[in-house]
């Protein structure tokens, strides 16, 4: 039981720490996290668990919720970024890292679908309701440069398809965010924002169909 108790303590601290770096990065800082324990190491399943048990603390604060999601998958794309890097590193054991990336992604999505305009007037934590929202694109875009590097490198098909599976998942939340939680004009500006800031070459078709469909 001592022995537990020890580890639970050390899985605290390893998780709690880095956790809350996340919440500060932008795209540019995707990697420079640095996760104490990644998915190869023993630990990692009580890293996880404690995870686990600090959701427990804002299941009925959805917005909350939202932001730690939101944190615990960027950390998550830090150690797939880790893993990689590392030269004894299994492709088995990325390419878990990545399915569980996608499993957090798809919970992370389901979340803020289910997110209503009362829920975030207000705005949430330390974000007022436009720093929350921004946050959330900008993460979302993110994640989406992310998974772009991921499948230009991919080369085994099934994990090309679960890749390109995420991708859809986060236009949806995009999609619900600028439906239901924002104006279809300010969510554009958002998204072109985010866009300039990152350097991105990427087409603006999900921002640009959107305004197409205010102005039918």
Known sequence: MKRIFILFLLALVFVISPSAQAMEMNSSELSSAQPAILPNNLFYSIKSWVSNVQK?????????????????????????????????????????AKYSYQNSLNLLVAKITALQPSDIVNGVESFSKDGFLNYLVERMFTHTE???????????EDMLIALQDAKGKINEALMYVANNLDTTTAFFDRLSIVAQSHNSTLPNQFGQTLLNQESQ
């Open 146 to 156: 992310f998974l772009n590097q991921l499948i230009a490198l991919e080369q085994n």
């Open 56 to 96: 427990l603390f804002t299941q009925n604060n959805k917005e909350k919720d939202v932001l730690l999601s939101t944190q615990e998958l960027s950390l998550k794309a830090t150690e797939i970024k880790l893993m990689q890097g590392a030269s004894q590193t299994s492709l088995e054991s990325i390419n878990k």
